[in-house]
């Protein structure tokens, strides 16, 4: 079992900025990858970051080049730079782990809203 906790969530206005954090139990050096999603109203949960195991990142679409993933693998911390904030960024966004390929663990979520 992996417990993931993120923070960091709230109230940012547009062209602001926010920064996620998540604690993973476990060395995360030991997971395929871990990241992060989010979870619009009436949408689908979609992709923003994640990073492997070996250090490759992927980006969605939406946030590249706004959105930066890091991970501190002493402290077993991942964390989401996010500037330039949009109202369309508003979501609840999960921190996330797979693990041994199939596994596929998850945070309880904290809330990102982008408002003037």
């Known amino acids: 079992q992996v417990h993931l906790v993120e923070s960091g969530g709230g109230l940012a206005q547009p062209g602001g900025s926010l920064r996620l954090s998540c604690a993973a139990s476990?060395?995360?050096?030991?997971?395929?990858?871990m990241g992060w999603y989010r979870q619009a109203p009436g949408k689908q949960r979609e992709l923003v970051a994640r990073?492997?195991?070996?250090?490759?990142?992927e980006y969605g679409d939406s946030v590249q080049g706004r959105f930066t993933i890091s991970r501190d693998t002493s402290k077993d911390m991942v964390y989401l730079e996010m500037n330039n904030l949009k109202p369309e960024d508003t979501a609840v966004y999960y921190c996330?782990?797979?693990?041994?390929?199939?596994?596929?663990?998850w945070g309880q979520g904290t809330q990102v809203t982008v408002s003037s």
């Open positions: 996330n782990v797979l693990r041994s390929g199939r596994l596929n663990y």
């Open positions: 476990g060395s995360i050096r030991s997971y395929d990858h």
């Open positions: 990073i492997t195991n070996i250090g490759l990142i």
